[in-house]
Each structure stands twice: as structure tokens, then as C-alpha cells.
């Protein structure tokens, strides 16, 4: 393996150890001193922001390898119908053409797997900070709950007060209508009163 293929199978691994701890599940304060550290340290910005580059790179490899491979595999299938066409085969050759198509698939997985996993540990990072975020807003509503639940109570018990004395004095109109009426001699309609 050349040294850039090199170069990105240790970047490879590196996400694939970064993955694994992201996702390992820290309890709430260690994570959230990690993922503040992560998204606020400019020595950690500058890591991110080299190792993006390097992804241009690997993308760039991607595409290189993307194209052997299928070079590769027209290169070997017109060898084999010449092959088929003459009647004898050289087993060199097509081992040879089988080591260059391995080596090129391998290449193309290689690229392909570390490009697709950087934008899974993107998201991955992403998800685990709006969950912190979120795991932060629900204790701060947690504890302004309990103050709200004793505000209800008190408005409830006013509702209750003000039933109370809204019924009470509904009676004593009713009252004060039927000795009007009595004192009068006429009936009144008590909603018009």
C-alpha cells in the first residue's frame, strides 16, 4: 500500500475510534464537559479544520481510485475475450489483472468508507450536542416546575375563594329580590334585576 492509501487507513481508524467514543455513554457531566470542550476549544477548531482538508484529499483519491478500478475491470474483460478468442490463456496474466482489480476495489472501499464515516461522525456530533443541549433545557424546566406547581395550587385556591364568595353572594341578591318583591307586591323577574 502506498503511503497516501497509508495515510488513510490511519485516518480511518482514527474516525472509527472517535465514533466509538462519541457514542460510548458517558454520564451527563462528564459528556457535557467533553462536547463543550470539542465545540469551544480553537486548538480543537484548528484539528477539525486540517483534517477537513484532508478530507479534499481523500476525495480526491476517492475519484482516482473510482476510475482505475473501472479501467481496471474494462482492461481485464477485453483480455479475456481476446483470451476466449484465441483459445489459450496465460494464468499470469489474469492473476495479475485479479491482483490490479483487488488492489483498486480495495482502494476505491478504502476512500469510500473514510469519507462516508467523517459525515456520520459529523452528524453523530451534531446529535449528541442538541441532545445536551436539550438534557440542559429539561433540567432547567424540571426545576421551575415545582415553583409553577405551587403557583397553581394558589390560583386555584383563589378560583375557589372567589367561587365561594361569588356563590354567597348570589344568595343574598336572591334574598334581598324575594323581600323586595314581598315588600312591593309585584313580581319581579330576578335576571332583570
Known amino acids: 500500500m502506498t503511503i497516501y492509501y497509508s495515510l488513510t487507513f490511519l485516518l480511518l481508524a482514527a474516525e472509527m475510534v472517535t465514533f466509538t467514543a ?53 482492461e481485464s474483460d477485453m483480455a479475456k475475450t481476446n483470451q476466449q478468442g484465441m483459445g489459450v490463456g496465460d494464468i499470469r496474466t489474469e492473476t495479475s489483472f485479479a491482483a490490479r482489480k483487488f488492489y483498486a476495489q480495495r482502494n476505491v472501499y478504502l476512500t469510500g468508507f473514510t469519507l462516508f464515516l467523517s459525515l456520520v461522525l459529523t452528524r453523530t456530533f451534531a446529535i449528541n450536542l ?36 361569588f356563590e354567597s353572594q348570589t344568595k343574598e341578591y336572591n334574598q334581598l329580590a324575594d323581600k323586595y318583591n314581598k315588600l312591593t307586591g309585584g313580581k319581579a323577574d330576578k335576571k332583570k334585576d
Do not use: C, W
Open 22 to 74: 462519541l457514542v460510548i455513554p458517558f454520564p451527563f457531566a462528564i459528556r457535557k464537559r467533553v462536547f463543550s470542550f470539542l465545540s469551544e476549544s480553537p486548538i480543537v477548531a484548528k484539528i477539525a479544520y486540517g483534517i477537513k482538508i484532508s478530507f479534499i484529499f481523500v476525495g480526491i483519491l476517492f475519484f482516482d481510485a473510482l476510475q482505475r478500478m473501472f479501467r481496471i475491470t474494462a
Open 130 to 165: 442538541e441532545l445536551i443541549h436539550s438534557q440542559e433545557e429539561y433540567a432547567k424546566l424540571k426545576k421551575a416546575s415545582p415553583s409553577s406547581g405551587s403557583d397553581i395550587e394558589k390560583k386555584a385556591s383563589e378560583y375557589d375563594s372567589l367561587k365561594t364568595k
